[in-house]
């Protein structure tokens, strides 16, 4: 499906933040990263860090968010560029809270990428909430990262998010 970076154990701690003007809208930013868990030789040579803004705006039910994600890789790994593109998201809160995303590369990445994202949260309430996902990712052309056009992705997971500071 899509190219493997690393094929090892990862470490991908991230963090993120965010300020709420309230009618207007947020503007959010987040840092994710990959470090290898097994040291040493190769696996030390492939870092990743990812960086990313956004500006999100809440109409009722209806989220709708744009930004620009930069993803950046250590000077010791020759084999990949960094590479910086933009998205736009929507997303409803209904049954599932489906959210669609169109992806498009400034730099390498030479196709567009659409992300359709269903989640719902359980087991939830006011500063912790655990959430379950499954995405689906299509591409419209191969490139450097996808070898094939069509389903590139498919992701199932879980987040967990702990709200203990409040600004």
């Known amino acids: 499906m899509g190219k493997q970076f690393y094929e090892g154990t990862s470490i991908p701690p991230s963090v993120s933040g965010s300020y709420d003007f309230s009618d207007i809208g947020s503007f959010n930013g987040y840092v994710w990263s990959h470090f290898s868990a097994e040291g040493g030789g190769d696996a030390a040579n492939f870092t990743e860090i990812d960086y990313d803004v956004n500006w999100s705006v809440d109409i009722d039910d209806l989220t709708l968010t744009g930004g620009s994600p930069w993803?950046?890789?250590?000077?010791?790994n020759d084999d990949f560029e960094s590479e910086a593109d933009y998205y736009f998201r929507a997303g409803y809160a209904m049954l599932l809270n489906p959210t669609l995303e169109y992806r498009k590369g400034m730099d390498t990445m030479e196709?567009?990428?659409?992300?359709?994202?269903?989640?719902?949260?359980?087991?939830?309430?006011?500063?912790?909430?655990?959430?379950?996902?499954?995405?689906?990712?299509?591409?419209?052309?191969?490139?450097?990262?996808?070898?094939?056009?069509?389903?590139?992705?498919?992701?199932?997971?879980?987040?967990?998010?702990?709200?203990?500071?409040?600004?």
Do not use: H, M
Request: aromatic letters at 18%.
């Open 71 to 76: 993803f950046t890789y250590s000077d010791k």
């Open 111 to 167: 196709r567009d990428y659409i992300e359709l994202k269903l989640s719902e949260q359980v087991g939830c309430d006011e500063k912790a909430r655990f959430t379950l996902y499954i995405k689906l990712g299509f591409t419209t052309a191969p490139d450097y990262y996808y070898e094939s056009k069509g389903l590139v992705n498919l992701s199932i997971g879980t987040t967990f998010d702990n709200l203990t500071w409040e600004g």
